[in-house]
């Protein structure tokens, strides 16, 4: 992180982190913390509300390679957030606030990365969004945390999702090619986390 830390230092004329308000768990007024991508005065903005020509070039590959949610290790010190969970909105996005409301998904603390980030659903369809949000929630498992660690750290994009009734109620996750890694390290990824499952399938079929 401190590497981070001096690239953004020189290559950012302002502060090199920011926080952000967001909403937190039972809808509790938090601030996260990242890196800075923008031009000055558009770091607290949406992803989706700062054009492409505002993102520095090292802002770019900070977002790609998620090095700019590296500060927010400060959040889950701070019990603030969890590793995977619904990722933070902000109070101007008011749509995704009511649709996450309705499913009680406030109810969990959010997360640096979470089943609809690994899906590429964002900001923009809150209703689709919230949807994710409340399945994860209805699912979620120490294993199913790992299996979206995994997805997220190989840059891989879940295609979709295929839930199991009973057992562990694991998700499937059919893998993209993401902008990261080419097709070989998404198909290694998508046959590790189908092996996982088998395993897992055969250990809960024994202890039944």
């Given at each position: 992180?401190?590497?981070?830390?001096?690239?953004?230092?020189?290559?950012?004329?302002?502060?090199?982190?920011?926080?952000?308000?967001?909403?937190?768990?039972?809808?509790?007024?938090?601030?996260?913390?990242?890196?800075?991508?923008?031009?000055?005065?558009?770091?607290?903005?949406?992803?989706?509300?700062?054009?492409?020509?505002?993102?520095?070039?090292?802002?770019?590959?900070?977002?790609?390679?998620?090095?700019?949610?590296?500060?927010?290790?400060?959040n889950l010190l701070r019990n603030d957030m969890s590793l995977v969970g619904p990722r933070p909105g902000l109070p101007m996005q008011q749509a995704l606030t009511d649709a996450?409301?309705?499913?009680?998904?406030?109810?969990?603390?959010?997360?640096?990365?979470?089943?609809?980030?690994?899906?590429?659903?964002?900001?923009?369809?809150?209703?689709?969004?919230?949807?994710?949000?409340?399945?994860?929630?209805?699912?979620?498992?120490?294993?199913?945390?790992?299996?979206?660690?995994?997805?997220?750290?190989?840059?891989?994009?879940?295609?979709?999702?295929?839930?199991?009734?009973?057992?562990?109620?694991?998700?499937?996750?059919?893998?993209?090619?993401?902008?990261?890694?080419?097709?070989?390290?998404?198909?290694?990824?998508?046959?590790?986390?189908?092996?996982?499952?088998?395993?897992?399938?055969?250990?809960?079929?024994?202890?039944?």
């Open positions: 992180m401190n590497m981070v830390w001096v690239l953004v230092k020189r290559d950012f004329p302002g502060p090199v982190s920011f926080r952000k308000p967001v909403w937190g768990r039972a809808k509790n007024p938090s601030l996260v913390i990242s890196f800075a991508q923008c031009t000055k005065g558009l770091s607290k903005a949406g992803t989706r509300d700062v054009s492409e020509a505002s993102v520095t070039k090292l802002g770019a590959f900070l977002r790609r390679t998620k090095l700019d949610e590296t500060p927010q290790i400060l996450r409301q309705a499913k009680h998904v406030f109810d969990i603390k959010p997360g640096i990365t979470g089943l609809g980030q690994i899906q590429g659903i964002d900001m923009s369809t809150p209703g689709r969004h919230a949807e994710e949000d409340a399945r994860y929630f209805a699912l979620r498992r120490l294993l199913f945390d790992f299996k979206i660690l995994v997805a997220h750290r190989s840059g891989c994009r879940a295609r979709g999702t295929r839930s199991q009734e009973g057992g562990l109620a694991l998700l499937s996750f059919p893998l993209a090619k993401g902008p990261l890694h080419n097709a070989r390290t998404c198909l290694r990824t998508s046959r590790f986390l189908r092996t996982l499952n088998c395993c897992v399938a055969d250990i809960d079929g024994v202890s039944d």
